[in-house]
Structure formats: structure tokens, C-alpha cells
């Protein structure tokens, strides 16, 4: 009787280990590849209702504040310039800096991953140096140091994207607020970030001077006033601390330029009786005008502004734009395989040219800040970052289709263009660190 009563005893004291042996590989499985999400706040409106999580090779590295710039990640003002322009893109097992899955800022053409795009390794790179390190973005120690500043992106649809980026990767440690908005597509709008009171907003100006775009009920070119600045973002200077301008492609359509009531010439203007001009000696006379307005406006008070240009980020088109392939590949160039050269190099170097220029011409002025974001060489080696097809949400679910729209100029987000706003910070963070040598 006494081995019988211990029998149901001994049977689950066997059971018991390979119950356990079962369930927790599929435990880990599960906690591996669908990593339980927690809102960063009671208020956090972000996450869409159905995520779609990407799985990544290990966690972010933990952040670091920037209340002292004297930990991992400083940049100390004695240090010279790292030349970001040289490098190359090494594989990153970390991944993303954010689900682009769950960031609500994102342009519905550029969510990538939502769209249906299949192949996810165009996320697991990262930009390396020649010469120095690019830490990873601390979202903290942006904001930190923008505390209480209204940053401004001012530009064309790549401004936008950019932007839109940088939204995102705060928005993974505090919850961005929209505070304003106007305008066709949402064209002018401002975040608020209340943790850090941080005001972030976009002004559509793809010339950045004053402008009439071409349109289906007017002319079928764009007129550009190179003599005087866009007053939709202008008019706002003085309440801006820091502005990042973006333009370039818009340069390529069809224009006629003026300076005051004079046409200087015309670009693509086929039937109007005015000089072919081309687009390089435009895009420098509205740089000029745009840096010495600012400058001029800014320089002579005591409320300065910083500036930072973003260099022109090439296109991938191969072939029609509007054929499948037309931005096909899934991996960056290696190094020496793509070469910067023709309108790419010389839309960049105009850029940086003209950015030189107005840093001489706000010496003049204590505290006047101006920097390019040298962002060309490392774009151009990333013909796998943009959208393509997947600019419209399953683009194949029919089938192979003989035409299809392709997006490659604009960057997939996650994407590419989160480098850019690593550069972004490693910029100001050096600026910060003058300042408190000059203190």
C-alpha cells in the first residue's frame, strides 16, 4: 500500500524536468525574436495597434546622459574635426536605433517594413570612419542639449526625411507632441518634446529663397527670386536657435530665375525667349543669398543662430524609374566601388564652397555658428536605403507588374538617413564643448 501511495508522487517528479526542458526553449524563442513592448510613458500615444517587430542580433548599448560631456561619446574641443566624409558602411549586428514600426512620424512612403518590403539586412549597417568613431545616437543627450531651443529643418522632402528621422529616434525615450500644423501634405508643422521643452518644426521651402512652384493650373516651371529669401520660414528667424537647411533636387526642374523684376535666365524652358543658365550657379546664388540673410539678420544680436547645411543626397535610379529593379540592390557599395563624381560632386561641393564662405563672412559676429553636414559620399554608397517599389504598401501583392512606381531618392526610415542625424549630434556636441572651453 505504501508503494502505491507514493507512485502519482514519483510520476510527476519525472514529469516535471521534461516539462520544463519543453517549455522554456520555446520561452526563449518567443522573448528572442518578439521582444515584449513597454510604453515609454502613461502618455506615449506612438505605438500603432499591431506591431511589427524587427528581430535584431543584441539590445541597444545603454544611453548616456549629457550632463557631463566628460564620459563615452565626449568630444573634447581640443580635438580636431573627425572627417565623417571617409569611410565605409561595416555590417551592425545592433540594428536600427528604433522600430519604424511603432514611430507615428514616419511619411507613409517611406515606411518601408510596413509596405511589405521582404528583405530586412539593409538595417544592419553602420557608417564607420576612416579616422575617428561615430558614436551611436543617445536620443537623451540630444535632448539635453536642445533643452529649452526651438530646432528648425528647413528645405525640400528631404529635409522632411530627415526630420522625420530624427523624430522617430527621440521619440524612443520621450513622446513628441504636434503643436502645429498648416499647409498642403502637411507642409509646415512643429513638435513639441515636454520632457525637455524642445521645439522641433519643418517648413517647406525647396528653394529656400522666395519661390512660385509650377503647377497644373500655371506655368509648367517653377520661378525663383534669388535676390531675397523664402519669408515663410524667414519671418520665423528670430525665433529659432538653431536651423538645418536641405534643398537640391528641386534645382532640376524646369525654372526661370530672377533677381528682383530681372530675369537672369532659365532652366529645361523650352518656348520662352531666355537664356539656358543650367541649375549649379542658381543653387549657389540662393546658398549665398539664404546664409548672408541669416547671417545679416542673426549675427548682430546676442540671440545668434547656429547652421548646418546638409549636403545634396544622390538619387540610385537605374534605368527607368518606373520599371521593377529601378533601385534594386540590398547591399551598400564597398569602397571604391561607387565614385563621387558628376552633378552628385559638384552639387555637394557648391554646398560645402558656399558654407566656407559665409563661416569667414560670421566671424565678424561672436558665437555665429555654420557647418556643413557632409552627408554626399556615404548616401551614394547606399543604393539598398530607399524605398523603391515599396513606396506603395505591397506593391507585388498581384503579381510582377510591368510598370511600377519607384521611390529612389528618398530614404526607407529605418534607413540610411538616420546617419545623417548622427553626424547631426556629434556636430553640436562639439559646438557645446567649445562653448564650455570658452566659458
Known amino acids: 500500500m505504501a508503494k502505491d501511495h507514493h507512485q502519482p508522487y514519483s510520476f510527476t517528479k519525472k514529469l ?43 539590445s541597444s548599448p545603454p544611453s548616456f546622459s549629457s550632463s557631463s560631456l566628460s564620459q563615452e561619446g565626449e568630444i573634447r574641443a581640443d580635438e580636431p574635426p ?24 514616419i511619411k507613409e512612403g517611406q515606411n518601408c517594413i510596413i509596405h511589405g518590403r521582404p528583405d530586412f539586412d539593409y538595417l544592419y549597417w553602420r557608417w564607420k570612419p576612416k579616422q575617428c568613431k561615430l558614436p551611436r545616437f543617445d536620443p537623451n543627450t540630444f535632448l539635453d542639449l536642445l533643452s529649452n531651443k526651438h530646432l528648425a529643418f528647413v528645405g525640400d522632402s528631404m529635409a522632411r526625411n530627415q526630420l522625420e528621422s530624427l523624430l522617430c ?11 502645429y500644423r498648416n499647409g498642403e501634405d502637411i507642409k509646415f508643422r512643429k513638435w513639441n518634446f515636454a520632457s525637455h521643452n524642445v521645439n522641433i518644426s519643418v517648413y517647406w521651402s525647396p528653394f529656400l529663397v522666395d519661390g512660385v ?17 523664402d519669408e515663410k520660414w524667414g519671418a520665423d528667424l528670430d525665433h529659432i536657435d538653431m536651423i538645418v537647411l ?40 540662393a546658398l549665398k ?39 534594386s540592390k540590398t547591399k551598400p557599395y564597398k569602397e571604391g566601388e561607387k565614385v563621387l563624381e558628376g552633378m552628385d560632386a559638384e552639387m555637394r561641393n557648391l554646398e560645402v564652397e558656399e558654407v566656407d564662405l559665409a563661416k569667414e ?38 503579381g510582377i507588374k510591368e510598370r511600377v512606381q519607384n521611390d529612389c531618392v528618398h530614404w526607407c526610415l529605418p534607413g540610411p538617413v538616420d546617419t545623417w542625424n548622427q553626424i547631426l549630434l556629434e556636430i553640436i556636441k562639439r559646438w557645446e564643448g567649445q562653448s564650455r572651453k570658452g566659458e
Open 361 to 398: 563672412n560670421a566671424k565678424q559676429f561672436k558665437g555665429m555658428r555654420l557647418e556643413a553636414l557632409d552627408v554626399t559620399k556615404l548616401s551614394l554608397m547606399r543604393p539598398d536605403g530607399h524605398p523603391g517599389p515599396y513606396m506603395h504598401s505591397n506593391p507585388f501583392a498581384d
Open 169 to 179: 529616434i527621440l521619440s524612443t525615450v520621450s513622446a513628441p507632441n504636434l503643436v
Open 213 to 229: 512652384e509650377k503647377s497644373n493650373t500655371g506655368p509648367n516651371y517653377n520661378k525663383l527670386y534669388l535676390d531675397r529669401i
Open 289 to 327: 543669398t539664404t546664409l548672408k540673410t541669416i547671417t545679416e539678420r542673426r549675427g548682430s544680436t546676442d540671440n545668434v543662430l547656429d547652421v548646418i547645411v546638409t549636403t545634396f543626397s544622390p538619387a540610385h535610379f537605374e534605368g527607368e524609374w518606373d520599371k521593377a529593379g529601378a533601385c
Open 246 to 285: 536641405s534643398v537640391g533636387h528641386w534645382f532640376l526642374h524646369p525654372a526661370v530665375y530672377f533677381d528682383g523684376d530681372s530675369v537672369l535666365g532659365c532652366h529645361f524652358c523650352d518656348g520662352l525667349n531666355h537664356t539656358e543658365i543650367g541649375f549649379y550657379d542658381v543653387l549657389r546664388k
Open 82 to 105: 573627425c572627417d565623417y566624409t571617409n569611410g565605409n558602411w561595416v555590417h551592425d549586428k545592433i540594428g536600427p536605433l528604433y522600430n519604424g514600426t511603432t514611430c507615428a512620424t
Open 16 to 58: 516535471l524536468p521534461w516539462t520544463l526542458y519543453t517549455i522554456l526553449p520555446i520561452a526563449i524563442f518567443r522573448c528572442y525574436f518578439y521582444p515584449p513592448q513597454f510604453p515609454h510613458s502613461s502618455t506615449d500615444e506612438l505605438s500603432l495597434n499591431t506591431p511589427i517587430i524587427i528581430p535584431s542580433s543584441s
